[in-house]
Structures are given as structure tokens and as C-alpha cells.
């Protein structure tokens, strides 16, 4: 008689006796549902294409492209407004890739070289053909026409005539490595002295990790045109990648 029942309290095994009124437990913190910003969704996009994940960069892009009226924000990554085009041109959708383009300060002649990259030549053809004729002094456009054409040249000098391309700093890199591939399908060292030429120049430079470009760089080092020396690091881990797959 006398001992505390076993498990109310006091004795050995028995839970220690209450020293206030019972608190309740601090609730989790709620995930919140702010959406991102948009300069850090553009540079997401930007790490996905630059890693790897091409699919996934260009439709995160394409996203916030969509919703972004006012076009990308200061200090974006030009790779992210090319990976939101490519999204579209990869989807067969010129026209919103074009205004893609225009939100996000892509040169529009650009944009026509790049469809015919990405396997949209017949629905770039009159829009290049018109822009060239609006403006002369575009070396993309005069390039996109030449790409656009269905029938491979016979002759590396017929593909580029001197009086159809403009002075050499309105190409931008993508539209030159373009051409020099489609020359170096003809004629490898023509398209090596045309891509000498148009080097001296001052191209406008490519976004850093461009997919576009490094599969144009990796055409070109295989035709003899460049050296693994001078294309880019991705390009040189791509043509690696290639050997060890042998």
C-alpha cells in the first residue's frame, strides 16, 4: 500500500511528473508557392543546356518565354533565349519562334539559320528570301537563303559567291559554321580558306555551351575544316565521347 501504480508517475520506468500546462508543437513551415523569378528560371534553363539536359533546358526556357511580355530580364544568359527559339523550332513552331525571338533580343536572321538546322528549311525559305531582300546588309539572311536551297551545289565557289554574301562582320557564328558546313560537303578545302576568311572578320560571338554550334564545330573538325584545337570545350568533349564510343 502506498506505491504509485506503475507507469503514472514517480517510480522507476514511470513517466516524469508534468511541470506545466501541455504546449502544443510549433507547426512545419509551409513550402511556399511563390513562383521563381524569372532571371532565375532563365538561368536554370541556361545550367540544364549547358549540362546536358538539352530537352529540359529548352522547355523551361520556352516557358518563361511565353510569360514574359517584356522579353528576358537584364544580365540574362543568351543561351537560355536560344534554347527558348530552339524550343520552338524543335516543336516545328517557326512563327513562335520568331517571337520568341523578338521578346528576347534574338536577331531574326539568326533565327531562320537555325531553323534549317533544326530540320524547318521549307518553312524558313520565304522568310529568309524576304529578309534578304529587306535588308542586304545581313549576312545570316544571305545565308539562311543558301541553306534553304533543295539542291546541294556542284561547287563549293557556286554555293558562296563573293557578290551574294555581305561584308563578314554581319555574320553571326552559327550562320558561318552553317555555310562552311554545307561547303565542306562539297569541297572540303574551299569551305577551310571561305571559314579563314570569314574568321578574320568579326563574327558575332555564339552563347557559351550553344548545341547548335557545337554540333556545327564537330562536323567541321570530322570534314578537315577546323582542329580540335580551336572549337569549343564541349566540342572537344563530343569528339572525345565519339572516340572512345569506337
Request: proline share 9%; glycine share 10%.
Amino acid at each position: 500500500a502506498g506505491r504509485p501504480a506503475r507507469g503514472t508517475g514517480g517510480g522507476r520506468g514511470g513517466a516524469p511528473p508534468a511541470t506545466g500546462p501541455l504546449r502544443p508543437r510549433a507547426a512545419p513551415p509551409r513550402a511556399t508557392s511563390a513562383p521563381l523569378p524569372r532571371a532565375a528560371c532563365f538561368a536554370e534553363a541556361a545550367r540544364l543546356g549547358g549540362a546536358g539536359a538539352l530537352r529540359a533546358g529548352r522547355r523551361l526556357a520556352g516557358l518563361v518565354a511565353d510569360v514574359s511580355p517584356a522579353g528576358a530580364p537584364s544580365g540574362a544568359s543568351p543561351l537560355a533565349a536560344r534554347l527558348a527559339v530552339d524550343d520552338a523550332l524543335a516543336s516545328g513552331d517557326v512563327p513562335r519562334a520568331l517571337r520568341r525571338a523578338t521578346r528576347l533580343r534574338v536577331p531574326k536572321a539568326e533565327v531562320l539559320v537555325r531553323a534549317v538546322l533544326l530540320g524547318q528549311s521549307s518553312a524558313a525559305s520565304e522568310l529568309a528570301a524576304e529578309l534578304a531582300r529587306a535588308d542586304p546588309s545581313s549576312g545570316d539572311a544571305a545565308v539562311a537563303v543558301i541553306l534553304t536551297r533543295d539542291a546541294a551545289p556542284a561547287r563549293a565557289r557556286d554555293a558562296a559567291p563573293a557578290a551574294g554574301l555581305p561584308a563578314r562582320g554581319a555574320l553571326s557564328t552559327v550562320g558561318a559554321y552553317a555555310l562552311a558546313a554545307r561547303l565542306a560537303r562539297v569541297e572540303s578545302a574551299a569551305s577551310r580558306a571561305w571559314l579563314a576568311g570569314a574568321r578574320q572578320g568579326e563574327l558575332l560571338p555564339s552563347a557559351p555551351h550553344d548545341a547548335v554550334v557545337v554540333r556545327l564545330e564537330v562536323e567541321l573538325v570530322r570534314r578537315g575544316v577546323l582542329t580540335p584545337e580551336t572549337v569549343s570545350h564541349d566540342a572537344q568533349t563530343e569528339l572525345g565521347a565519339a572516340v572512345v564510343r569506337q
